[in-house]
């Protein structure tokens, strides 16, 4: 079987694309379809097709020139899947430019396994090089054929959205030789030197960035996460001869007061097998907790400190994986 894909232009390309994604939804997402459901009560299929049609299009310019959604054909003409694309809606603290974002990428289930997803990568990978960017997308945890499809295609995970639930009683956690207490003023240089470190190494996964353009986009981090209104807090680790050797800092998030979030972190390469990164991780995890949040989120990139690993022995759960396509450095 032979396909071709286009650009959606006409009419009956946006009422496919919009078809078969609220289709997808019924299935495949089951959270987000009882959310449309719950906000659309009493509505008939077609009717929450239409607030599914109006919801998307509240939540994306399809109109952008970065914004692109892709229709495969067979050879009878019958529409076979889509592709949706465009410049990411965020960048993450180490991006220096937003990647192009595979949105949603679904292949009718008539037309499944026949290679027809590789096809629609391919033409996305071709836009994103139009536009000098990376492609990066997000893909659930639990996806394993799409990530093995990814995977053969080039894509690296770049970082792993991880979660826990905090249990009822949270204790901190002592390291024989060191001690964990709040930022003081006199750690604010040692804190930057650590979390440069990092930070150079998350940078340089995607961009070979300059050094020095590096460290200046770090201070306008640091100045960034300084003002955050809110509660939050740094905790550091100091030796017993009075070395800083890591820290991490932790906050609340903006999308719900129940749920903490671990804004930056770092330890010392030669302090990363003492029990250092745990003993932080327990102090945000009991600082979470005695602020009345249940919930502690980390953003977790391939060249943290922090590996998945550890956080998966204290019971973190990844929910997907943010996968990224090295394209901008082969223009």
């Not at 067979?74 to 990647?99: H, I, V």
């Not at 960017?133 to 053969?152: H, M, P, Q």
């Not at 353009?213 to 640091?222: A, P």
Request: hydrophobic content about 35%; proline content about 2%.
């Amino acid at each position: 079987m032979n396909f071709i894909v286009n650009r959606a232009e006409h009419e009956e390309d946006w009422n496919f694309f919009y078809s078969l994604s609220f289709e997808t939804l019924k299935v495949h997402r089951k959270p987000n379809y009882d959310q449309l459901v719950n906000s659309n009560p009493d509505k008939s299929d077609s009717e929450l097709l239409a607030a599914h049609r109006k919801a998307l299009k509240e939540y994306f310019d399809f109109e952008s020139p970065q914004a692109r959604v892709f229709i495969a054909v067979n050879d009878d003409g019958t529409r076979c899947g889509y592709l949706w694309m465009g410049e990411r809606s965020n960048a993450d603290y180490w991006d220096f430019q937003k990647p192009q974002w595979i949105y949603d990428i679904v292949v009718d289930p008539r037309f499944q396994r026949n290679g027809l997803g590789k096809i629609l990568l391919r033409e996305a990978e071709k836009f994103a090089l139009e536009m000098h960017r990376d492609l990066g997308l997000n893909v659930y945890e639990e996806n394993t054929s799409a990530i093995n499809l990814y995977r053969k295609e080039g894509y690296l995970i770049k970082c792993i959205p991880m979660s826990k639930k905090l249990p009822e009683e949270v204790s901190e956690e002592i390291i024989d030789g060191y001690s964990i207490r709040e930022l003081s003023e006199d750690d604010a240089d040692a804190v930057r030197t650590l979390g440069l470190t990092s930070y150079h190494n998350m940078v340089k996964y995607s961009k070979d960035i300059p050094d020095d353009q590096v460290i200046i986009k770090y201070d306008e981090y640091l100045e960034k996460i300084n003002k955050i209104d809110g509660n939050h807090c740094t905790f550091v680790a100091e030796s017993d001869d009075g070395e800083v050797v890591g820290f991490v800092f932790v906050g609340g998030t903006t999308f719900s007061d129940k749920v903490g979030e671990i804004y930056d972190s770092a330890v010392g390469s030669t302090h990363k097998d003492t029990g250092i990164v745990e003993a932080l991780i327990a102090q945000a995890e009991f600082w979470t907790s005695t602020n009345n949040m249940s919930i502690l989120y980390y953003l977790l990139h391939s060249y943290d400190d922090i590996t998945q690993e550890l956080l998966e022995s204290h019971g973190y759960t990844a929910s997907g994986f943010f996968m990224e396509k090295d394209l901008a450095r082969k223009i």
